[in-house]
């Protein structure tokens, strides 16, 4: 047995199941845990992206203009967030909170300028200073160009939008890089589902090849039953770890679209990202999750699958159906696991085909103390065989 872990209890707003890494035969011991808040461990990284939606979904332009157009409220890490695109297009992020009376900005109008609070007419402009407080007085002496709504950075890559809700003080940035597409894209689906379950609980199932057999048991994913033994070779990547480029099996009818034998590298990066990339000559597909966390125990999952063959859209219709599919037997499974976790927070994890699972937590160690000590992140893993079953 390689470990049995107990998962402390938490109880601050954001309660990830989690626990400390844990060493084995092949890498060094990870440091001590007395130098972390052992705090931090239990909630996900908060100087990190996350994936908040689709770009497509926060309009700008003309659609600025009525009450509500062009705006999105998103829950982040407890955090309620507003984002939206003024009238050229740009991007802004800003706390949904008006700090007068606490109403929800997203609420008000927007004109593609401006936010106007529908409680007292608060106008805010997309860089969060306050613009104008309507119900003022000419006898008012008061100054209302000090107060400001708190400003999250936000950017687009990968056709989404992503916030990364950091409120620490500034120093040296070391995150995580955005996830991008290396061809350009002829068509795409995408697929999200909330999961009642943590962050770190969810970002596990990105990195656990055992459970494929058992949770993804379907016949256009896994038409043979058998349990086979799997060889692959892992390396270190910036941020996280890459299962490297190997042939896989033309057996599925997912790779068969593709013909010939498909080349698969599957990479996965803080803070919750795990990336596929398939290639078969010139044709290129994309199978990107990201996992963001929304509050205790809700987690958004996120699923979009790119190509860069235009014939494969006519099968959009029947992509979409099975991806949510997918993505619910995730689902249903984690939040199961989640009501056992609650009633008693230990995990066993035992053999090689859990060791990408104790990656995660010596990853996100290294970057919790990269971070505490204002330095550049050094991952901690080293290129590694894995057997397993599956």
């Excluded at 003022?136 to 809700?165: C, H, K, T, Y």
């Excluded at 990195?207 to 086979?228: I, M, N, Q, T």
């Excluded at 859209?313 to 199961?336: E, G, I, S, Y």
């Excluded at 699972?357 to 992140?377: G, P, T």
């Amino acid at each position: 047995m390689e470990g049995a872990c107990r998962l402390p209890r938490s109880r601050s707003p954001v309660q990830p199941v989690s626990h400390a890494p844990l060493p084995t035969p092949r890498d060094p011991a990870p440091a001590d845990e007395d130098v972390l808040d052992p705090e931090a461990m239990r909630q996900p990284l908060a100087n990190a992206w996350y994936c908040v939606g689709r770009s497509a979904a926060f309009a700008g332009g003309k659609a600025g203009a009525r009450k509500g157009g062009g705006l999105g409220a998103i829950e982040l890490n407890g955090e309620q967030i507003v984002v939206g695109r003024d009238a050229a297009g740009a991007l802004f992020a800003l706390r949904d909170r008006c700090p007068h009376r606490g109403m929800a900005l997203s609420k008000g109008r927007f004109d593609g300028e401006a936010l106007t609070c529908p409680f007292h007419g608060w106008r805010f402009g997309t860089d969060g200073r306050c613009r104008d407080v309507p119900t003022l007085s000419s006898a008012d002496a008061a100054d209302f160009s000090r107060i400001a709504v708190q400003r999250f950075p936000v950017r687009e890559s990968a056709g989404f939008v992503w916030v990364n809700p950091f409120l620490g003080p500034p120093g040296r940035a070391d995150v995580p890089a955005l996830p991008a597409l290396d061809f350009e894209a002829a068509g795409a689906c995408v697929v999200a589902l909330v999961v009642e379950a943590s962050f770190d609980l969810t970002t596990l199932s990105l990195v656990d090849p055992g459970h494929v057999a058992f949770v993804h048991d379907s016949w256009w994913f896994r038409p043979s039953k058998e349990l086979r033994e799997k060889v692959k070779r892992f390396a270190p990547t910036p941020h996280g770890f890459t299962m490297t480029s190997h042939a896989t099996t033309t057996s599925a009818p997912v790779y068969r679209l593709l013909g010939g034998a498909p080349a698969v590298e599957i990479e996965f990066r803080l803070p919750g990202v795990r990336l596929e990339r398939i290639a078969a000559g010139a044709k290129r597909v994309a199978n990107y999750t990201f996992a963001t966390p929304m509050s205790h125990n809700r987690t958004l999952l996120t699923n979009a699958l790119y190509w860069n063959m235009p014939a494969l859209n006519l099968l959009k219709p029947v992509a979409r159906p099975l991806m949510r599919q997918f993505l619910t037997q995730d689902q249903q499974v984690l939040q199961h696991a989640q009501k056992g976790l609650d009633r008693k927070p230990t995990m066993v994890l035992f053999g090689q085909g859990d060791l990408p699972s104790q990656w995660y937590f010596r990853l996100k160690r290294e970057a919790l103390q990269a971070a505490r000590e204002a330095r550049a992140f050094r991952n901690p893993l080293q290129p590694q065989e894995l057997r397993w079953r599956s």
